[in-house]
């Protein structure tokens, strides 16, 4: 019996110690906490790869914010997009665009890569389009590294311009302006349409005296331009900008319905023609030589409004595509197929090859849903 409780007191003592020393461990200063990285922020040429990242329908598409840097989507609106410098890429419907906003505008140089999708001509290789996966386009992906990029690669950004530029041309040596024969473009306001090209200018010092457009105008409800009329806006002297009024063929009051300013300043017209918020034009060739705009075709142009966004994926990528990514209805149907074009983009922090590998969804086949893979170099 004294042995027992002889045991129990040695115990009950060794308990209070045990108490005391823990109480002691919990007093004592807490380590600092560590300041944790981002969970998919990208460390070293680990191959990042995303897929189905929805870009809403057609009749409601939505704009996707993407940090190659932190392998992230950034989930900010439109307009906080032009203040965010955390974006590297965006993805809207087949529209693919570069962070000019940022501090150090994202730049991408095209590797060239998929130039055999298209024939000398730049029609794409059915066969080539057919063949190709994200499987089989995988090692020239793997393969491709920093070593291949050109001494005298040309990076390119996003840039704007207006959409009426072109007008003129401007000679160097002479420093003489003259109209451009060439740029005609096919003007969309409130359900009609109208063909200009300016015909004649006249410059006062560094400015414009007057201004010639002929107009083809095709009013509401029919398809064919009628014949060119021109009339001349008069910027000699002018203290404030210029309206036009395509319909009406007529300088208007700003107050007016108008489609086209031309800017005044210092009592001369300027070197620029805008277009009123709720017109579109397009331009080229195929604006030249249009004879008419009829209502199954008019969706189908390629419209933009007075600031256009010109992005480096589409201009200075596969000179080819009319994406920059892939390539439309090439079977005759209505799908877009990747060409696995590999981009070499570079933000503010790093240098990544980038490649598309897929716009419909895995699962739903849902069209918009971009996969793509990148890796740092």
Same mark, same amino acid.
């Given at each position: 019996?004294?042995?027992?409780?002889?045991?129990?007191?040695?115990?009950?003592?060794?308990? =209070?110690?045990?108490?005391?020393?823990?109480?002691?461990?919990?007093?004592? *200063?807490?380590?600092?906490?560590?300041?944790?990285?981002?969970?998919? %922020?990208?460390?070293?040429?680990?191959?990042?790869?995303?897929?189905?990242?929805?870009?809403?329908?057609?009749?409601?598409? /939505?704009?996707?914010?993407?940090?190659?840097?932190?392998?992230? !989507?950034?989930?900010?609106? *439109?307009?906080?997009?032009?203040?965010?410098?955390?974006?590297?890429?965006?993805?809207?419907?087949?529209?693919?665009?570069?962070?000019?906003?940022?501090?150090?505008? !994202?730049?991408?140089?095209?590797?060239?890569?998929?130039?055999?999708?298209?024939?000398?001509?730049?029609?794409?290789?059915?066969?080539?389009?057919?063949?190709?996966?994200?499987?089989?386009?995988? &090692?020239?992906?793997?393969?491709?590294?920093?070593?291949? =990029?050109?001494?005298?690669?040309?990076?390119?950004?996003?840039?704007?311009?207006?959409?009426?530029?072109?007008?003129?041309?401007?000679?160097?040596?002479?420093?003489?302006?003259?109209?451009?024969?060439?740029?005609?473009? !096919?003007?969309?306001?409130?359900?009609?349409?109208?063909?200009?090209?300016?015909?004649?200018?006249?410059?006062?010092?560094? #400015?414009?005296? &007057?201004?010639?457009?002929?107009?083809?105008?095709?009013?509401?409800?029919? *398809?064919?331009?009628?014949?060119?009329?021109?009339?001349?806006?008069?910027?000699?002297?002018?203290?404030? +900008?210029?309206?036009?009024?395509?319909?009406?063929?007529?300088?208007?009051?700003?107050?007016?319905?108008?489609?086209?300013?031309?800017?005044?300043? +210092?009592?001369?017209? /300027?070197?620029?023609?805008?277009?009123? *918020?709720?017109?579109?034009?397009?331009? #080229?060739?195929?604006?030249?030589?249009?004879?008419?705009?009829?209502?199954?075709?008019?969706?189908?142009?390629?419209? !933009?409004?007075?600031?256009?966004?010109?992005?480096?994926?589409?201009?200075?990528?596969?000179?080819?595509?009319?994406? #920059?990514?892939?390539?439309?209805?090439?079977?005759?149907?209505?799908?877009?197929?990747?060409?696995?074009?590999?981009?070499?983009?570079?933000?503010?922090?790093?240098?990544? %090859?980038?490649?598309?590998?897929?716009?419909?969804?895995?699962?739903?086949?849902?069209?918009?849903?971009?996969?793509?893979?990148?890796?740092?170099?």
């Amino acid at each position: 019996m004294q042995k027992k409780l002889l045991y129990l007191s040695i115990l009950s003592s060794l308990l =209070i110690l045990t108490s005391c020393g823990s109480s002691n461990n919990n007093n004592s *200063d807490p380590a600092p906490e560590q300041e944790q990285e981002p969970e998919n %922020k990208v460390e070293g040429p680990t191959l990042q790869e995303q897929s189905n990242l929805s870009t809403g329908t057609r009749s409601e598409p /939505q704009t996707v914010y993407f940090d190659l840097d932190a392998n992230a !989507v950034v989930d900010i609106t *439109d307009v906080e997009a032009e203040a965010n410098s955390d974006w590297d890429i965006s993805f809207n419907r087949t529209k693919v665009s570069l962070n000019r906003f940022a501090e150090t505008p !994202v730049s991408l140089f095209y590797t060239g890569n998929a130039n055999d999708f298209y024939d000398d001509e730049g029609e794409a290789v059915l066969e080539r389009f057919n063949n190709a996966s994200a499987e089989t386009e995988f &090692d020239a992906f793997d393969a491709f590294d920093s070593s291949n =990029i050109p001494t005298d690669a040309q990076f390119e950004t996003d840039t704007t311009q207006n959409a009426l530029d072109g007008f003129y041309n401007y000679n160097r040596e002479t420093h003489v302006v003259t109209p451009n024969a060439e740029s005609y473009y !096919v003007i969309s306001s409130d359900g009609a349409y109208s063909k200009i090209n300016v015909t004649a200018l006249t410059t006062e010092g560094r #400015g414009l005296k &007057d201004l010639t457009i002929a107009v083809a105008y095709q009013a509401t409800g029919t *398809d064919m331009f009628m014949d060119a009329v021109e009339f001349v806006a008069d910027a000699s002297g002018c203290s404030a +900008d210029l309206y036009l009024d395509l319909d009406t063929q007529q300088v208007v009051m700003e107050s007016d319905e108008w489609d086209v300013r031309l800017p005044c300043q +210092d009592a001369m017209g /300027q070197f620029e023609l805008h277009l009123a *918020d709720n017109v579109k034009s397009f331009s #080229g060739e195929s604006a030249k030589t249009l004879e008419g705009v009829t209502m199954d075709a008019a969706p189908h142009y390629a419209w !933009v409004e007075n600031e256009t966004v010109l992005r480096a994926y589409k201009e200075h990528g596969d000179p080819n595509s009319g994406y #920059g990514w892939g390539e439309y209805g090439i079977n005759g149907g209505h799908t877009l197929w990747p060409n696995y074009a590999t981009y070499v983009i570079t933000t503010g922090a790093a240098s990544y %090859k980038f490649q598309i590998t897929g716009y419909y969804d895995t699962e739903t086949d849902a069209s918009g849903s971009y996969s793509f893979r990148f890796q740092k170099l």
